[in-house]
């Protein structure tokens, strides 16, 4: 698994990904992940295609070292987005992304991860408890559990 950049080579493949029809309130498409990068430059986005075997499997999106400005803008390092294509699922790929993406922040400075879920029966809460993810005991503006993983 590896993290690419999104280019010409890979671009339509990475805007084709999907979640599962029962995830997509959890998480946006990648196509809106870049519109919403493209709109919030002061969160200092931060994003790439998730490959393995050569194929794009997922994307993220961080926050990158941003200066927090709560409710808004969550940092200083904020996973803003994590999509794992349904067809990829449950072959391990999210949580080596999270993995990933902490040693990479943790080799910048950063002594936390920080991201948010919706808080359903059938959401993400178990699987970022399984990465070692404990709730702040705060929530963003949309009302999302804010969650911290210690590096």
């Known amino acids: 698994m590896e993290l690419r950049e999104i280019g010409e ?5 990475v805007l084709a990904l999907r979640v599962a029809p029962g ?10 992940s870049l519109a ?3 709109a919030h430059p002061e969160a200092n ?5 998730v490959h393995a075997g050569g194929e794009p499997v997922g994307f993220v999106m961080l926050s990158w070292d941003v200066a927090p400005r709560p409710p808004e803008i969550i940092g200083p390092w904020f ?5 794992i294509d349904e067809r990829h699922q ?6 080596a992304t999270v993995r ?14 920080l991201t948010s879920y919706v808080a359903a029966e059938d959401g993400p809460a178990g699987f970022y408890a399984r990465l070692g993810f404990t709730p702040t005991g705060d929530l963003d503006v949309n009302g999302e559990v804010i969650v911290r993983l210690p590096l």
């Open 90 to 95: 449950g072959r391990g790929y999210g949580a």
């Open 36 to 38: 919403d990068a493209a």
């Open 23 to 32: 995830q997509r309130r959890f998480v946006e498409s990648v196509r809106r």
């Open 9 to 13: 080579d890979n671009r339509e493949a």
């Open 100 to 113: 990933r993406v902490a040693d990479l922040i943790r080799e910048h400075g950063a002594t936390e991860l």
């Open 45 to 49: 986005p931060w994003f790439r295609a």
């Open 79 to 83: 996973l803003w987005r994590l999509l």
